[in-house]
DNA sequence: ATCCTATCCTGGCTGC
DNA sequence: TGCAGCCAGGATAGGA
């Protein structure tokens, strides 16, 4: 589902299209997408705003607006688990699926088209309360092997639904929390502050890999879901050594991959590479 | 503080 | 072939 690499890779290409145009009428195909605002307000607050930058915090697509050269709010796209967004023709008709149409000066649009609903566009005057809750950035300065030593210690949750949580670290999802974990031999289930620093470094380090290299192939699709704007998929699903591999072969050491459920998530360890805590009990799939 | 469950949604899949 | 039921999952709310 669309975690940081996948966001990631949809606001570099749609910034191009996106940046230094005029917003010029809404339509909210699904009324729930936009939230709080009817349509019409939504139209009011972003209609005539000129989109000033593009750019990603955690899993949020963030459009600045301008008006007169002035900062005039963001709009905020979370795709959820099934948002796309594209860029089309202004005047066709609503696609399948297409949940809201931004307008654009020039005559295109900005679609957001989502099956399951679960997305959201929002406006807001200002995001930096929301942003200011969420954890640090996994590719930047802030995320350092010291700041998540200390995070892990002050806190007593299995790493898993703590590497989850958007309020602790920002960006990561089911995926790519299995993929950085198998890749960091750590079991889902070891408990934050009983890691030793070597075990939290090799974490830190994979995590940024993980992330890093999956942003290089734009994402991972491995259903019909996830494409670029462009309508490409990515292509990191080839390089997964847990994810959706139950029942083959540990890329690393023959083992057999399985499956079973952490904090409700679909969770892919290698049993060997990845040796469970003391005193766990694991849940059953 | 942490964990667990339900909710929101659709479509693909399984099993009968 | 038809159809009911289950599953996937990001975020959040509410209860234990």
């Known amino acids: 589902m669309p975690e940081l ?3 990631e890779t949809v606001a570099r290409l749609v910034r191009p299209d996106l940046e230094g145009r005029r917003v010029r009428a809404v339509r909210a195909f699904w009324p729930r997408t936009i939230g709080e605002h009817s349509e019409g307000e939504f139209a009011a607050l972003v209609s005539g705003a000129r989109i000033a930058r593009v750019w990603r915090r955690a899993k949020y697509i963030v459009l600045d607006l301008e008006r007169r050269g002035r900062p005039a709010g963001q709009i905020l796209v979370h795709l959820r688990m099934t948002g796309r967004l594209h860029i089309t023709p202004g005047r066709s008709q609503p ?7 931004l307008s654009l000066e020039g005559g295109r649009a900005l679609s957001f088209i989502d099956v399951r609903k ?9 995001a930096e309360g929301l942003f200011r809750a969420l954890g640090p950035e996994p590719l930047e300065e802030g995320f350092s092997a010291l700041w998540l030593l200390q995070a892990l210690r002050g806190r007593r949750r299995a790493l898993k639904p703590l590497l989850l949580d958007q309020s602790f ?5 089911n995926i790519y929390v299995d993929e950085a974990l198998h890749r960091a031999r750590l079991h889902p289930l070891r408990i934050s502050h009983k890691l030793s620093a070597q075990a939290v470094t090799r974490l830190w380090a994979e995590i940024r890999a993980t992330l890093s290299e999956a942003i290089e192939r734009e994402g991972s699709s491995f259903d019909r879901f996830y494409r670029t704007p462009e309508g490409q998929p990515g292509s990191y699903q080839h390089q997964f050594q847990v994810y959706g591999r139950q029942g083959q072969a540990c890329k690393s050491c023959g083992s057999t991959v399985v499956k079973f459920t952490v904090a409700q998530r679909g969770t892919h360890i290698c049993r060997s590479c990845q040796r469970a805590p ?3 009990i694991i849940s059953r799939p």
Do not use: T
């Not at 679960?118 to 200002?126: A, D, E, I, N, T």
């Not at 670290?169 to 999802?173: C, F, I, R």
């Open 118 to 126: 679960f997305g959201r566009v929002r406006f807001m005057h200002s």
């Open 95 to 101: 696609r399948d699926h297409e949940r809201l149409r």
């Open 278 to 280: 003391r005193r766990v």
């Open 169 to 173: 670290l920002a960006g990561l999802g």
């Open 5 to 7: 690499p996948e966001v």
